[in-house]
């Protein structure tokens, strides 16, 4: 399974646009990009995946650049409500749908 | 549609003691996976099962096992707690498609703590 490599932490403040990139240099053809966004004491929550290209939904959207080594993750116009850990993950049909948790990123969003 | 539930919320045990676990997958998922979390850190994959057969392990000893039942909920059991079992446990289930890498739907977790 492709190993990625994120920031442990970033901070922002309410109204701006935050950016997640995440490495994973050793992605296999067939691996697909998902992140999963947690709040403390819930499980992770599904917000966005992507093969190639970008894709965009009414969360975030997802950059992936035709190399595919790396991908970065926007939430546009954060809230409090943002403040959580994001994980990037890579993984395929090959993954069986186990999914690979790195350590995440742990975003604050101030006022 | 009814989401992912896990039960209990919180546990407490002892060293040597066991425990089991129980997950209730979503409405028209087959395949229930199991996830330990530690605190500070992320998520780690314990097992999986699909149609009532394990579909493949993570890295954790054989005292870490579990069932799915035909109506496809799920539990965990793990036997000889140890001080290191302490974490949240996480329950999430799925659509096991042949041709796509589905969306995993996880539930709150059971907070395990082994005293």
């Known amino acids: 399974l492709a190993k990625t490599t994120q920031p442990i932490s970033m901070d922002s403040y309410e109204g701006q646009e935050v950016n997640i990139t995440c490495s994973h240099n050793?992605?296999?053809?067939?691996?697909?990009i998902t992140w999963y966004q947690q709040f403390p004491s819930q499980g992770p929550r599904f917000i966005i995946q992507g093969y190639k290209t970008k894709v965009t939904n009414e969360v975030a959207s997802l950059f992936i650049p035709a190399d595919r080594k790396s991908s970065t993750l926007s939430l546009p116009r954060v809230s409090l409500s943002d403040t959580a850990v994001y994980y990037c993950l890579v993984g395929g049909k090959a993954a069986g749908n186990k999914l690979t948790f790195g350590g995440g990123t742990r975003v604050l969003v101030k006022p | 549609e009814t989401g992912v539930t896990q039960s209990p919320t919180h546990l407490i045990k002892t060293r040597g003691q066991q425990v089991t676990l129980r997950c209730s997958s979503q409405?028209?998922?087959?395949?229930v996976s199991w996830y330990q979390q530690a605190l500070g850190q992320g998520p780690q994959f314990i097992f999986q099962?699909?149609?009532?057969?394990?579909?493949g392990r993570g890295n954790f000893p054989p005292r870490f096992s579990g069932l799915q039942f035909p109506n496809y909920s799920s539990e965990l059991n793990v036997n000889a707690l140890e001080l290191d079992d302490s974490a949240l446990y996480l329950c999430?289930?799925?659509?096991?498609?042949?041709?796509?890498?589905?969306?995993?739907?996880f539930g709150p977790g059971t907070r395990l703590t082994v005293l």
């Open positions: 409405s028209g998922h087959n395949t």
């Open positions: 999430a289930s799925s659509r096991l498609a042949v041709s796509s890498y589905n969306e995993q739907f």
């Open positions: 099962y699909y149609r009532e057969e394990e579909n």
């Open positions: 050793n992605i296999a053809t067939n691996d697909y």
